[in-house]
């Protein structure tokens, strides 16, 4: 196959994945719910989780939870949003245009709190405070030059609904999935001064829940994994792994093509544009496995430093990073999560912040996978890919908001080939290993 075919192969992918993510026009029905997804009123979607089958869409992961918002604004009308910051580590709003791109974030850290009240997310604050409120304003357009205090800007995409998400990471240990405190409550302001709460307001905004997820038919998954010159049953992953940054779906989709078509890709599309519901506080990066080079994949760094809020820090303290995990995930084929740690998961080895993760299948896990062994355990999908190569799958890890002085996280890279040169001791290498070769290592866990 070559360039100019793959090429056009990869602008069908894409195409196609495009398409499928359209939101539903403005004339359907209010309440119109095609795949039985879970609501919380009349106004929200979800929980969206890992755990429900029915949710497990767009690769989320297992410590974060979703809640959607598909709707209208009237001409003249203010939607906001009253709510109560959550006892987690970090909340926010996304606005989405169709493809499931964020068009803008709203960081619960970023949110000024009600009069009276205060924010707990932010450094130094009671985290227990009694008095948590905000207030946030929703409006139908795309951000002026200078926008709003507690403002979200969601403009529809053309003949499409706006589009909100509602996220919540690491809620405290015992707390519900929001944090304990939660989800925001609509509010509708109309033209006239009537404000609406309720089935009214739901029926004024027609409200839906129609999400869908972002799926790669799985003929042209086959097309790009059976490339020529590549094999099949590995194929993108390589024999040395590594991460690359997220940048856009065709640089992505590259990987299973030849360097060549990689290094192309890139020249035609330097931007960052997420996809898939991305969070626009995090940035992504993912790498993929084959355990036909070896029966664990050993992946080890140095963490950065994150609040440690999960078992009930009293006040806030800052880190170089908001929030960090490592999850296996399978193909766009299914856009599935199978498993995540997060960072305070994660056992250190030593104070320089040194850890190893064992990625395996179950079967295989070697015996000192354990925290008493200074090893984060992390189990491989048992369908791997999910599109019937059970051994090849791909890994994902999120860096949430870093701190203004950080500059190894995956924010600083700058293209989809530099992530170790610039994260340094940061960037999560991979060493693939027979499980005894692993347990070799010993307890406490020692590189040799």
């Known amino acids: 196959m070559g360039t100019l075919k793959r090429t056009g192969l990869l602008l069908a992918v894409v195409t196609t994945l495009t398409v499928s993510l359209v939101s539903s026009a403005s004339a359907a029905e209010t309440g119109y719910n095609p795949n039985n997804l879970p609501t919380v009123g009349c106004f929200w979607t979800g929980p969206f989780s890992a755990s429900d089958e029915k949710t497990n869409l767009a690769y989320p992961g297992t410590e974060i939870t979703y809640w959607g918002a598909k709707f209208t604004t009237p001409v003249g009308a203010t939607l906001t949003l009253r709510g109560r910051y959550p006892h987690a580590r970090y909340s926010s709003l996304n606005a989405y245009r169709s493809g499931g791109v964020s068009t803008g974030s709203l960081s619960g850290t970023d949110i000024k709190p ?36 507690n403002a979200l800007y969601a403009a529809p995409s053309p003949g499409s609904t706006q589009d909100i998400l509602y996220r919540v990471y690491v809620p405290d240990k015992g707390r519900s999935l929001a944090g304990g405190t939660g989800i925001p409550k609509p509010e509708l302001k109309l033209a006239d001064g009537t404000v609406l709460t309720g089935q009214a307001l739901c029926d004024s905004l027609n409200s839906t829940h129609d999400y869908q997820s972002n799926k790669m038919n799985p003929a042209l998954y086959s097309a790009l994994v059976n490339t020529p010159g590549k094999d099949p049953a590995t194929n993108p992953a390589l024999p040395t792994f590594t991460f690359s940054k997220y940048f856009n779906l065709t640089n992505s ?9 990689q290094q192309t890709a890139w020249a035609n599309n330097p931007n960052e544009e997420g996809t898939q519901y991305n969070n626009g506080d995090a940035r992504y990066m993912t790498g993929a496995y084959a355990f036909q080079y070896g029966q664990v994949l050993a992946l080890h760094g140095k963490l950065p430093t994150t609040p440690m809020n999960y078992k009930g820090q009293k006040k806030t303290k800052a880190g170089q990073l908001t929030e960090w995990d490592m999850c296996g995930i399978q193909s766009l084929v299914t856009t599935k999560t199978y498993r995540c740690l997060f960072d305070e998961q994660i056992p250190l080895r030593n104070k320089k912040r040194s850890y190893v ?13 354990t925290r008493k062994c200074g090893v984060a355990w992390l189990p491989a999908d048992p369908e791997g890919d999910g599109a019937g190569r059970p051994d090849t799958g791909l890994l994902l890890t999120r860096n949430v908001l870093p701190s203004a002085g950080y500059k190894k996280s995956s924010w600083s890279v700058t293209s989809p080939f530099n992530a170790a040169e610039i994260m340094g001791d940061h960037y999560p290498k991979g060493d693939y290993m027979a499980k005894k070769a692993f347990e070799s290592h010993g307890c406490p866990f020692k590189w040799k």
């Open 357 to 369: 993760i064992a990625f395996a299948k179950s079967q295989l896990r070697p015996k000192n996978a």
């Open 253 to 261: 989709l590259a990987r299973y093509g030849s360097p060549e078509s």
């Open 114 to 149: 009600d009069k009276g009240s205060i924010n707990p997310s932010r450094p130094g604050k009671n985290r227990n405070a009694k008095n948590r409120d905000y207030t946030v304003s929703v409006f139908s357009t795309d951000p002026p030059a200078n926008p709003a205090k």
